[in-house]
């Protein structure tokens, strides 16, 4: 069974930089869509970034397009997402999820079927 791992999170000022990680266990990452979401206090989870099971297909939230770029190496069966110039509205929980692979697939928080614990990013001001 999938699991996912979260981390890379942590307390960072405005403008500074993180990197988020995504590791698999259980089985690989490499036939999954995988997404990064985000969900604030008092907020409903959002998109982030996503990414199809080859890199070829990359989706950014527009709040976040030109400040935050993921990959993967799914030699590592890993995602990442490197986020720079972070702004304290970035603040939250972000969680990695996972999705078998199709041409349809969408960067939906409904549509992810494995999702990971989480890791919390502050962005003081």
């Known amino acids: 069974q999938l699991q996912l791992v979260e981390s890379g999170g942590g307390l960072v000022q405005t403008g500074g930089s993180l990197r988020l990680s995504c590791a698999a266990s259980g089985s690989t990452l490499n036939y999954y869509f995988i997404g990064w979401f985000r969900q604030a206090p008092g907020k409903e989870r959002e998109g982030v970034a996503c990414i199809s099971s080859s890199g070829g297909r990359i989706y950014y939230a527009d709040s976040d397009q030109g400040r935050f770029t993921i990959w993967r190496d799914n030699a590592k069966s890993t995602v990442y997402l490197q986020m720079d110039s972070l702004k304290p509205e970035d603040t939250g929980v972000y969680y990695c999820?996972?999705?078998?692979?199709?041409?349809?697939?969408?960067?939906?928080?409904?549509?992810?079927?494995?999702w990971g614990q989480g890791t919390q990013v502050t962005v003081s001001s």
């Open positions: 999820a996972a999705e078998p692979d199709a041409v349809e697939a969408t960067c939906d928080a409904y549509k992810f079927g494995s």
